[in-house]
């Protein structure tokens, strides 16, 4: 159920507009050259990486992908009744990435001298999952405790 209580709709939107911009910013990878789109992720802690055509694919892939959910993010900021099913899965979503970016962190033992942006994602993640299912789960059982 999407809130009608202005401050819990707000906070679900504040939530939104970050899952937007989170997401939405990876399409700067997808029309980026290899040499931009490989030394902005040497700036972000990565190895040089020489261009490999099926990296460059992958790249494009998964930058298109997660720029498409950010757009989606932005359409259910604007239209929450009418995007109810995407924001739903959208807090679980955001849940289980950053339980997996945590999890690949530990492994593979990153620190933020090396590698200075792993932190921001993981607490992009937490936050903005937060600020999504907190206002559907007080709406929930706002909704519960009046039938």
Not at 86 to 104: C, D, E
Request: hydrophobic share 50%; charged share 10%; glycine share 6%.
């Amino acid at each position: 159920m999407i809130p009608t209580s202005k401050v819990l709709l707000r906070a679900l939107q504040i939530g939104l507009i970050f899952s937007s911009m989170g997401w939405g910013i990876s399409f700067i990878f997808t029309f980026s050259s290899w040499d931009s789109a490989s030394n902005q992720l040497y700036l972000m802690g990565a190895e040089p990486i020489e261009y490999q055509p099926l990296l460059d694919y992958w790249m494009k892939m998964a930058s298109a992908a997660f720029g498409c959910i950010g757009i989606g993010s932005a359409l259910a900021c604007m239209r929450p009744v009418l995007f109810r099913g995407f924001i739903l899965l959208l807090g679980p979503f955001h849940l289980f990435v950053g339980s997996v970016l945590v999890a690949s962190a530990v492994t593979n033992q990153l620190n933020t001298e090396s590698h200075p942006t792993f932190v921001a994602d993981i607490t992009f993640c937490f936050i903005t999952a937060f600020l999504i299912i907190v206002p559907l789960t007080v709406t929930f059982y706002r909704s519960k405790r009046r039938q």
